[in-house]
């Protein structure tokens, strides 16, 4: 409907009462709307009508001036006694009601989407790596493999982050160490924040990076690497006698999930100036999503 306009609408009546209408009784509307309730400006008149009986007739409604949604509510009237709902203040009489739109109206409608999926909800789960700042003896958790044998790594109370302990890398000239932990990525994993503190101590120079701690994912039973880039860290990468936070994002684990993979640290030093790489508080917290 357009604003102030007047539509005939056709009524059928039925005086459903105990007394008869007369021409004191008029046929009208009300507007409710955004503004409140609006008395209808026009009306038939003289709706004569016994108790009981039916009439049909056309009823002009003139739309309100301002655009909106409005209830459309059809009632009688009486001309001392005003609408009929509202004559007994005890109990509301029944209206006839229609929803209208005048003008342009704000329409909301549920919107059905093809194709759509709830988005996933991703949460942090808990650190995988156990005995996480080496207050434990290693072995039970983290695994070491030696080359030469004779090379060691160790957990040492020299240095610590926290606790007491820490584990040391490298030390020699001409070793290559390797101190890892199985985990097992949960289902739904997608992808893991990692972060170790780090502490070096080197007797090369920093013209190059001469020894090396290298920190990588790798499948258990290849030995191989699961991720695009190991992570270097070296002589000259890092400071010296202080300890470093070391973070990193890993991206792409969903088809990692499951399986044993190695947290591996390896240290590698050339033949002169030995490096030591001690490490603590290793946290492996993974990221899944359902
Ligand atoms: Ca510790
Ligand atoms: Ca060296």
């Known amino acids: 409907m357009n604003p102030d306009n007047t539509y005939n609408v056709v009524i059928a009546l039925q005086n459903s009462g105990t007394a008869a209408w007369n021409n004191q009784f008029e ?9 409140g309730t609006i008395n209808g400006t026009t009306s038939v008149s003289n709706i004569s009508l016994t108790e009981g009986n039916f009439t049909q007739t056309t009823l002009p409604v003139r739309t309100p001036s301002n655009s909106g949604p409005y209830i459309l509510k059809i009632d009688m009237v009486h001309e001392n006694g005003g609408y009929f709902h509202s004559r007994e203040a005890s109990r509301s009489w029944f209206t006839l009601d229609y929803n209208v739109c005048v003008g342009t109206c704000d329409t909301y409608l549920p919107i059905i989407m093809k ?6 909800a991703c949460q ?3 650190n995988l790596i156990q005995n996480a700042g080496f207050e434990s003896q290693l072995g039970t958790h983290w695994i070491e493999v030696l080359q030469p044998p004779w ?11 926290s606790g007491t302990y820490s584990a040391v890398l490298g030390g020699l000239d001409n070793s290559d160490e390797t101190l890892y932990q199985p985990i097992i990525l949960p289902a739904d994993t997608v992808s893991a924040k990692v972060s170790f503190w780090l ?9 190059a990076e001469f020894d090396k701690l290298i920190w990588d994912l790798k499948n258990d039973s290849t030995g191989y690497s699961v991720l695009q880039n190991a992570i270097v860290h070296s002589n000259k990468s890092i400071s010296e006698h202080t300890w470093t936070k070391v973070t990193a994002e890993i991206p792409g684990l969903e088809n990692l999930t499951q399986q044993t993979l190695r947290f591996n640290f390896r240290a590698i030093t050339d033949g002169s100036n030995y490096t030591n790489f001690w490490i603590d508080d290793v946290t ?4 899944y999503c359902q």
């Open 27 to 35: 046929l009208s509307y009300q507007w409710e709307g955004p503004n």
């Open 151 to 161: 090379a060691y790594t160790f957990r040492t109370y020299l240095r610590n982050k």
């Open 124 to 126: 942090e789960g808990g």
């Open 199 to 207: 502490y070096m101590v080197t007797t090369e120079n920093d013209f």
């Open 115 to 120: 194709n759509y999926s709830p988005p996933v």
């Open 284 to 287: 492996f917290v993974y990221t």
